[in-house]
Every structure is written in structure tokens, then in C-alpha cells.
């Protein structure tokens, strides 16, 4: 009866023990998978930290790439207006050629009629010269 009771009694002991392996193990495993969930939450923070650098770094180029646009279209404005200036010098020029060819005709006219009115007089004058003349022969 008694051996019987320590048989009961080991095979009680056995069974505690066999008990608290499992525990372990399973505690173990418990471990385990949190350690890999916690992994995994780590890789997927990176990948999304990742993505973020990926993120700004493509708005940083398309911010750039605007920018250069920008200036772009800033210089072809200025070219624009550059041309454009120049255009008006060009005309202003033309303008004033134009204004000095219009002084000098003035000015060939005025001689012209000068001469005419001079020539004139002179005729007048020496038609009217011999004019008298002719009376005192008389």
C-alpha cells in the first residue's frame, strides 16, 4: 500500500514536471512570437520610414523640377522682353531716320524756293533796271 502511494505519488511529481515543461515551452514559444511580431513591426516601421524618404525625396525632385521650370520661364520672359526692347529701339531709330530724311527734304525745299525767289528778284530787278533805262534814252 505504502510503495503503491509513493508510485502515485512519483508518477504525480512526473506529471507536475511534464506540466511545467509544457509551460515553458509554451512560455518559450509566447517568447518567440513576440520577439518575431515584434521583428516584423520593426521591418515594417523601416519599410515605412523607407517609404517616407522615398516619398520626400520625389517631392523634393518635383519641387526642384518646378523651380527650374520657373526660371526657365523667367529667362524666356526676360529674352521676351529683351527682344521686345530692342524692337522699340529699332523702331525709335527708324522713327528718327525717317524724321531727319523728312528735316532734309524740308530744308532742299527751302533752298529750292530760295533760289526761285532769288532768281526771281533778280529778273525783276533787271527787267526793271532796263525798264529806266529806256526812258532816258527817250
Avoid: A
Avoid at 36 to 65: A, H, I, P, R, S
Amino acid at each position: 500500500m505504502l510503495l503503491l502511494l509513493l508510485l502515485l505519488l512519483l508518477l504525480l511529481l512526473l506529471l507536475l514536471l511534464l506540466l511545467l515543461l509544457l509551460l515553458l515551452l509554451l512560455l518559450l514559444l509566447l517568447l518567440l512570437l513576440l520577439l518575431l511580431l515584434l521583428l516584423l513591426l520593426l521591418l515594417l516601421l523601416l519599410l515605412l520610414l523607407l517609404l517616407l524618404l522615398l516619398l520626400l525625396l520625389l517631392l523634393l525632385l518635383l519641387l526642384l523640377l518646378l523651380l527650374l521650370l520657373l526660371l526657365l520661364l523667367l529667362l524666356l520672359l526676360l529674352l521676351l522682353l529683351l527682344l521686345l526692347l530692342l524692337l522699340l529701339l529699332l523702331l525709335l531709330l527708324l522713327l528718327l531716320l525717317l524724321l531727319l530724311l523728312l528735316l532734309l527734304l524740308l530744308l532742299l525745299l527751302l533752298l529750292l524756293l530760295l533760289l526761285l525767289l532769288l532768281q526771281l528778284l533778280l529778273l525783276h530787278h533787271h527787267h526793271q533796271h532796263h525798264h529806266h533805262h529806256h526812258h532816258r534814252s527817250q
